[in-house]
């Protein structure tokens, strides 16, 4: 950097630009302004309200877990009432 220019970087989407020092030895960008403009202005965009899809899948969801808790606690095997057993030192009634 002995001219006073430099060029830094990183990898991915970030840019890579042009240094220099101004005359109190602050490091900034330097070079020509660039103007960029985007006259993609025809692009169609659409967009889908999915909220009853969403919806749909976290009942089926929920109602999976209700029923897997409900077997596992009628049952008592499973997951749930291992731990409901072993966490809080509960046993089944035997009739």
Same mark, same amino acid.
């Not at 990898?11 to 070079?31: F, H, N, Q, T, V």
């Not at 202005?41 to 969403?54: F, K, L, M, P, Q």
């Given at each position: 950097?002995? %001219?006073?220019?430099?060029?830094?970087? /990183?990898?991915?989407?970030?840019? *890579?630009?042009?240094? $220099? =020092?101004?005359?109190?030895?602050?490091?900034?960008?330097?070079?020509?302004?660039?103007?960029?403009?985007?006259?993609?202005?025809?692009? %169609?965009?659409?967009?889908?309200?999915? /909220?009853?899809?969403?919806?749909? *899948?976290?009942?089926? $969801? =929920?109602?999976?877990?209700?029923?897997?808790?409900?077997?596992?606690?009628?049952?008592?095997?499973?997951?749930?009432?291992?731990?409901?057993?072993?966490?809080?030192?509960?046993?089944?009634?035997?009739?």
């Amino acid at each position: 950097m002995s %001219s006073g220019m430099g060029v830094m970087g /990183e990898s991915g989407p970030e840019a *890579i630009m042009p240094l $220099a =020092r101004d005359s109190s030895s602050k490091l900034g960008l330097a070079g020509p302004t660039i103007n960029v403009y985007n006259n993609n202005s025809s692009a %169609s965009v659409e967009v889908e309200n999915r /909220e009853d899809e969403i919806a749909l *899948i976290i009942g089926r $969801a =929920r109602k999976a877990v209700q029923d897997h808790f409900s077997r596992s606690m009628t049952s008592g095997q499973g997951v749930y009432a291992r731990s409901l057993e072993s966490g809080y030192k509960t046993g089944r009634k035997v009739r």
